[in-house]
């Protein structure tokens, strides 16, 4: 077994470089990638990585309280402290630009699972780990009003918290499986990943900045480009520039998928 405090280290440099490799996944539909920032008028490449590197700290912290640690109400209260304190570093570093909110909550479930249970190497179990970690009160919840909680008011959707508590779901049944069959065929390329969030996740970043018709375009654009072969066809490279023009055209940016995928790439890193 590692020492904790290399555990620690090796466990927020494996998180960063996930949002790092997130980030420069190129191209995307609407994201922040080399090329572009995507339906972004505020963020850019540097930004996001700016923010990637300047949330090693609270990664580590997250590692550190959680080595070991029963799964229980305290481990949880004891993460989510160290979360919005990371959300408060995050916005120092990006001068207010919400870059990866959504990516410390996932990834910070991802790294506590982890630590918790140091042998564990089955991607399955660590999710079940972090479902039931998020499934647990925090009673230290600053009352506030969310993007998420605005359109769960509005749509009958699952929002990041909802996934997270049954084990992110999407994670296991799209996007880790996309994954592991690029890496069967050889393939290093992450896109199928993303298209496989995007054509199932009902996106609260989509619906926080369109509706619902909007989300059901980019989930079928999203399917249809897998469907017909992805990057590998005409048919499936043309699918994806009509995608990303919707996205780009409406400002819409699936925020949500990306940090579905910046977790899955944690996992399998």
């Known amino acids: 077994m590692l020492l904790a405090a290399t555990l620690e280290e090796a466990l927020a440099a494996k998180a960063v470089k996930a949002l790092i490799d997130e980030a420069m996944l190129t191209p995307k539909p609407g994201l922040v990638d080399a090329d572009n920032s995507g339906s972004h008028a505020d963020m850019s490449l540097e930004l996001m990585l700016t923010s990637a590197y300047a949330l090693e700290e609270t990664f580590r912290e997250i590692a550190s309280v959680s080595y070991l640690h ?3 109400q305290e481990l949880r209260e004891k993460i989510a402290a160290i979360g919005r304190q990371g959300e408060q570093t995050m916005l120092s570093a990006t001068n207010g630009v919400n870059t990866h909110k959504g990516a410390i909550w996932a990834l910070g479930l991802l790294v506590s699972a982890k630590a918790t249970n140091p042998e564990e190497q089955n991607s399955i179990k660590i999710l079940e780990t972090a479902g039931r970690i998020a499934s ?3 009673r230290y919840r600053p009352i506030s009003k969310t993007h998420g909680q605005a359109v769960k008011r509005k749509y009958p959707v699952m929002g990041a918290e909802e996934e997270a508590q049954l084990g992110f779901p999407h994670i296991r049944h ?3 499986p996309a994954l592991i069959n690029a890496r069967t065929l050889g393939k290093t390329e992450r896109i199928d990943a993303l298209l496989s969030l995007m054509a199932t996740v009902d996106d609260t970043c989509i619906l926080h900045r369109g509706d619902w018709a909007d989300l059901v375009e980019i989930k079928s654009m999203a399917h249809e480009f ?3 072969g ?3 066809t005409e048919p499936g490279r043309d699918i994806f520039q009509c995608l990303s023009a919707y996205c780009k055209s409406k400002r819409l940016s699936p925020g949500g998928s990306a940090d579905l995928l910046a977790a899955t ?3 399998v890193s």
Do not use: K
């Open 70 to 72: 029963p799964v229980n």
């Open 136 to 138: 647990y009160q925090d």
């Open 174 to 176: 799209a996007s880790l």
């Open 226 to 228: 897998l469907e017909n």
């Open 230 to 232: 992805g990057f590998a």
């Open 265 to 267: 790439i944690f996992l």
